[in-house]
Nanobody
Framework: QVQLVESGGGLVQAGGSLRLSCAASGRTFSSYVMGWFRQAPGKEREFVSVISWRGGNTYYAGSVKGRFTISRDNAKNTVYLQMNSLKPEDTAVYYC??????????????????WGQGIQVTVSS
């Protein structure tokens, strides 16, 4: 069992930056693939980014590539999402998620077994 808690969200002006953190409980964090997703009002949850269990492989949605950076610190049981050049369309509730399959680089929400409660990111124009 893994519990995930996001932090670092808030209100920022367009062009600004935020760094989201996701702290995980449990001793097996380092074996999980970790992903970030987001959900805007009235829209489906969408993939943002994923990082492999060692951190050597990352993948991004086209809409955030070049602006967002995912990273992890397995010693701290934490995954991060650095978000730069934020746009109003980035406004959403952001979720971190854990996938028990260490070989997967999943972009579909159903592939993930554990989810955080979500944190609001609002980008004003």
């Amino acid at each position: 069992q893994v519990q995930l808690v996001e932090s670092g969200g808030g209100l920022v002006q367009a062009g600004g930056s935020l760094r989201l953190s996701c702290a995980a409980s449990g001793r097996t964090f380092s074996s999980y693939v970790m992903g970030w997703f987001r959900q805007a009002p009235g829209k489906e949850r969408e993939f943002v980014s994923v990082i492999s269990w060692r951190g050597g492989n990352t993948y991004y949605a086209g809409s955030v590539k070049g602006r967002f950076t995912i990273s992890r610190d397995n010693a701290k049981n934490t995954v991060y999402l650095q978000m730069n050049s934020l746009k109003p369309e980035d406004t959403a509730v952001y979720y971190c998620a854990a996938d028990r399959d260490p070989l997967a680089i999943a972009t579909i929400p159903n592939e993930y077994e554990y989810w955080g409660q979500g944190i609001q990111v609002t980008v004003s124009s």
